[in-house]
């Protein structure tokens, strides 16, 4: 069974930092494109960022642009997300995500894409 598990978020001020990681129990991970989403209460959840398995491929939604970097480490089964000049606005629970497909160069940034999701950790940011 596949888990992927989030850590890393908690409580920060606007202007501060966070790296979210997300360790993954997929045998096969380092075929996999991974996906940052979030989601706020009463919303959809939304794409955030996605790298494509060989980590030479990065994609970001407009609103994390210049502050957000997602990376991956395939020897340790973990992406990450690095937040920076973070926003009360950025307040949300941050989920993990990968695709089924394996060694796609394309850059997925739907849900329906992603066939394992994580539990999720929560962000928040003060003002």
């Known amino acids: 069974q596949v888990q992927l598990v989030e850590s890393g978020g908690g409580l920060v001020q606007a202007g501060g930092s966070l790296r979210l990681s997300c360790a993954a129990s997929l045998r096969t991970f380092s075929a996999h494109t991974m996906g940052w989403f979030r989601q706020t209460p009463g919303k959809e959840r939304e794409f955030v960022a996605a790298?494509?398995?060989?980590?030479?491929?990065?994609f970001y939604a407009d609103f994390v642009k210049g502050r957000f970097t997602i990376s991956r480490d395939n020897a340790k089964n973990t992406v990450y997300l690095q937040m920076g000049s973070l926003k009360p606005d950025d307040t949300a629970v941050y989920y993990c995500?990968?695709?089924?497909?394996?060694?796609?160069?394309?850059?997925?940034?739907?849900?329906?894409?992603?066939?394992?999701w994580g539990q999720g950790t929560q962000v928040t940011v003060s003002s």
């Open positions: 790298i494509i398995w060989s980590g030479d491929n990065t």
């Open positions: 995500a990968a695709t089924g497909r394996r060694y796609s160069r394309v850059i997925y940034s739907t849900e329906k894409e992603y066939d394992y």
